[in-house]
């Protein structure tokens, strides 16, 4: 996976993101709030991750109802039909060049919907990429096929101009201890470790992959007794950010959803096992 190389601590993957990938014939873009991607073409498979509301996909071979949609990082899985509309080329290049913001509510509620918005999804998840064709008063956003909806003006925020301290990404992340794990998740009804991750790094316009085996890949490597807060720390196919130097916050299956651990004997919810399966550290910001 393409990325851009380099020896400074700042470092932003060089990944297509909706607002500079190449838009393709076959395009379509979601209308439901969070739409899975299965392993396979059918329900209740493995879940390799979610699509929030309004994103734009390539679509490929169908099967049982099922299509095969692929993210503007070449991420791809199935997707249930029913909750894509296909949209024209020419459409989507449009969309993509409005103004980008991103839900920061948990939850924000949509209200003066019009246009093709049919049934309504009535909420968009934090970290939904919306497009907006005004900005006075509530927010007027728009999807690829011209429906409009306001969201409240505290539910969204532009996507940052500069990357995010560490202190700020941590602060992000811990506002959703407790939320439950959820294999494949990338919201706040379910994150995954590697969900978690991407989900809030890209609340700041901050791009990694998808999944642990390729965020592995990003940033530069520094020694375990250097990490700061905001650091990627590594485990045993397990990923979350650092807290200080010997703490963690993650989305753990046996830890039941995002919670803060220690890696340091003695430490308050300190975690053996993390301790001991430590791979590496990685720094992004």
């Given amino acids: 996976?393409?990325?851009?190389?380099?020896?400074?601590?700042?470092?932003?993957?060089?990944?297509?993101?909706?607002?500079?990938?190449?838009?393709?014939?076959?395009?379509?873009?979601?209308?439901?709030?969070?739409?899975?991607?299965?392993?396979?073409?059918?329900?209740?498979?493995?879940?390799?991750?979610?699509?929030?509301?309004?994103?734009?996909?390539?679509?490929?071979?169908?099967?049982?109802?099922?299509?095969?949609?692929?993210?503007?990082?070449?991420?791809?899985?199935?997707?249930?039909?029913?909750?894509?509309?296909?949209?024209?080329?020419?459409?989507?290049?449009?969309?993509?060049?409005?103004?980008?913001?991103?839900?920061?509510?948990?939850?924000?509620?949509?209200?003066?919907?019009?246009?093709?918005?049919?049934?309504?999804?009535?909420?968009?998840?934090?970290?939904?990429?919306?497009?907006?064709?005004?900005?006075?008063?509530?927010?007027?956003?728009?999807?690829?096929?011209?429906?409009?909806?306001?969201?409240?003006?505290?539910?969204?925020?532009?996507?940052?101009?500069?990357?995010?301290t560490g202190a700020q990404v941590v602060r992000e992340a811990k506002k959703f201890l407790g939320v439950p794990y959820l294999w494949g998740g990338i919201s706040p009804a379910g994150f995954d470790c590697s969900g978690l991750v991407r989900t809030v790094l890209g609340r700041f316009g901050v791009y990694v992959p998808r999944d642990t085996k390729d965020q592995i890949q990003v940033g530069i490597e520094i020694e375990r007794d250097t990490v700061r807060t905001g650091d990627l720390l590594f485990f045993k196919r397990h990923v979350g950010f650092a807290v200080g130097s010997d703490r963690i916050i993650h989305s753990s299956m046996g830890g039941s959803g995002v919670r803060i651990n220690s890696l340091r004997p003695g430490g308050e919810d300190y975690r053996p096992d993390l301790d001991r399966d430590f791979a590496i550290a990685r720094r992004i910001l």
């Fill in 1 to 164: 996976m393409p990325q851009r190389a380099g020896c400074n601590a700042r470092f932003f993957i060089d990944r297509p993101t909706p607002a500079t990938y190449d838009v393709p014939v076959n395009c379509a873009y979601v209308t439901t709030n969070l739409l899975d991607l299965w392993s396979q073409p059918r329900y209740n498979g493995e879940r390799l991750s979610q699509l929030f509301f309004g994103e734009t996909v390539k679509v490929g071979k169908s099967s049982n109802g099922y299509v095969l949609a692929t993210q503007a990082d070449g991420y791809s899985g199935w997707a249930d039909i029913r909750f894509l509309r296909g949209v024209r080329k020419s459409q989507a290049e449009r969309y993509l060049r409005l103004p980008k913001n991103v839900v920061v509510a948990e939850r924000a509620r949509l209200s003066g919907v019009t246009g093709r918005i049919s049934p309504s999804p009535h909420f968009l998840f934090y970290g939904t990429t919306v497009y907006i064709r005004s900005s006075k008063g509530s927010p007027a956003c728009v999807t690829p096929d011209g429906g409009v909806f306001r969201l409240r003006s505290s539910s969204v925020k532009p996507v940052a101009a500069k990357p995010p």
